[in-house]
């Protein structure tokens, strides 16, 4: 049976125009969206005949809503059908708001569109480059209506102070913090996009973890925690350390393999081994290895999880050392540690270029779910006997 609009429909329809911000984005002096015309289903000829009673009180329904019985909201649009038994019939086909207001009145938000009016005439105010994002984005300006204070408090110092090579906690704006700007990263990151010449800006640096960079911020050191697996490279008598990425850099410490490991407990239980480090802990984050020019000549060893993940991540070390050697990553591994086997989350799927054919190989048939479903060996599982024994045969052919 065909559902004839009523009163109610219409709110949900306006609703949904408030929602998507068109009611708000029109400008009062221009009504440029008004008359706002909303078609109406209304009854056929045919319904009129099979739903007669039905259809006059749908009728005396809708008019007891409309502005010719209330005074305000929506005029109704009528139109004449002819019927072979009742006779010339009008029949609503359309309800019309001719002014905002009265659309807004209807839906009960005439006070939440004068607040949107007063905060837009105040950022428009301070920044007009600004107009067209907010008649984009209503609702969002009205989410953040107690905010903006703070928000402009911020804009205003970055326009004035482009790229100011301090840290957040140094910015001294009344009610703003490390936790403000953490938590409107992704709004202040639009606006400042807006009102900020593009020569300031670091395109390259993109999302919450790019902020800082983005707008000359400056952002807490990148740091590489490693140990010296030899007695003779100890630095002052320390083995385990953890400093900035760029000291790091200006180590060029004395090793002849290195070896790179993502687990933090891997790290911390490789035994001595003469000549060498390990570095732990980075995660994706290899790319903090990339700069450093001491360590293109060594002899490069990656350890992942045998996961898609993991040979990922080897895709990506081998991005910067392309002579990289994996470690415990391949099938008889896998296989002597079934009962070890756990499940990844969220694998990847994409191709990764740079293995080797056989770890390839292998990565295919984890990818393709071939031993089981998103397959994970995480390295920490791996029997620490047969990592030694992998160690022992390095040191053979080293």
Same mark, same amino acid.
């Given at each position: ?5 009523t009163?109610?429909?219409l709110?949900r ?11 708000? %984005? ?12 909303l +078609? =109406? %289903? ?9 739903r ?6 749908w009728l005396?329904?809708?008019?007891r809503?409309?502005?010719?019985? #209330? ?5 109704? &649009?009528?139109? &004449? =059908?002819n ?6 019939n $009008? ?9 905002? #207001?009265?659309?807004?009145e209807? =839906? ?10 007063? !905060? ?5 105010g301070?920044? +007009? ?6 008649? $984009? ?7 953040h209506?107690?905010?903006? +204070? ?5 804009? #205003? ?8 090579? *301090? ?11 490390? $936790? ?9 990151? &639009? ?9 300031? !800006? ?33 630095i ?5 350390? &953890? ?20 687990? @933090?407990?891997?790290?911390? %239980?490789?035994?001595?081994?003469p000549?060498? @480090? ?15 020019n001491?360590l293109?000549?060594?002899k ?8 898609s993940?993991?040979f990922? @991540?080897l ?13 415990? @990553?391949d ?15 969220? +694998? ?11 770890? #390839?190989?292998l990565?295919?048939? !984890?990818?393709?779910? *071939? ?10 599982? =791996? ?16």
């Open positions: 049976m065909r559902h004839w609009t009163a109610a429909d709110k329809l306006l609703d949904r125009k408030w929602v998507s911000g068109r009611l708000l %984005a029109a400008d009062p002096s221009e009504e440029g969206l008004f008359p706002l015309r +078609p =109406i %289903a209304h009854p056929t000829v045919r319904d009129l005949s099979a007669f009673e039905e259809a006059r009180e005396r329904a809708l008019s809503g409309s502005k010719a019985h #209330t005074g305000r909201g929506y005029e109704l &649009e009528w139109r &004449e =059908i019927h072979r038994q009742l006779g010339r $009008k029949i609503p086909v359309a309800a019309v708001f001719e002014r905002r #207001t009265e659309a807004l209807f =839906i009960g938000k005439q006070g939440e569109a004068e607040k949107f009016s007063k !905060i837009r005439a105040e950022i428009s301070l920044f +007009p480059e600004l107009g067209p994002w907010l008649a $984009k984005r209503p609702p969002r300006v009205l989410e209506e107690e905010e903006w +204070p703070r928000l402009l408090a911020v804009l #205003t110092f970055l326009k004035n102070h482009p790229r100011p090579n *301090i840290y957040i906690r140094q910015l001294d704006l009344t009610g703003v913090d490390t $936790k403000f700007i953490e938590r409107h990263r992704k709004l202040l990151s &639009e606006l400042l996009d807006l009102i900020l010449p593009l020569e300031v !800006i670091r395109p390259e640096a993109r999302g919450a973890a790019g902020f800082e960079e983005r707008y000359g911020f400056s952002a807490k050191p990148v740091r590489i925690r490693f140990r010296l697996l030899d007695e003779r490279l100890y002052q008598g320390l083995a385990d350390l &953890e400093i900035p990425a760029a000291d790091f850099a200006a180590l060029d410490l004395p090793v002849e393999r290195v070896f790179i490991t993502e687990n @933090m407990i891997n790290g911390l %239980a490789f035994p001595r081994l000549g060498a @480090m390990v570095i732990f802990g980075l995660g994706y984050g290899l790319d903090r290895l990339a700069g450093i001491w293109q000549d060594k490069i060893y990656y350890w992942g999880d045998l996961d993940h993991g990922a @991540m895709d990506q070390a081998r991005a910067y050392f392309p002579a990289a050697v994996s470690l415990l @990553m099938r008889t591994t896998l296989l002597l540690h079934r009962r070890q086997w756990g499940y990844e989350p969220r +694998p990847t799927k994409r191709d990764l270029p740079r293995l080797r054919a056989e770890e #390839t190989k990565y295919n048939e !984890i990818r393709d779910d *071939i031993y089981a479903p998103a397959l994970r060996l995480e390295q920490e599982r =791996i029997n620490y006997g047969h990592f030694q024994k992998a160690l022992t045969e390095l040191e053979s052919i080293k």
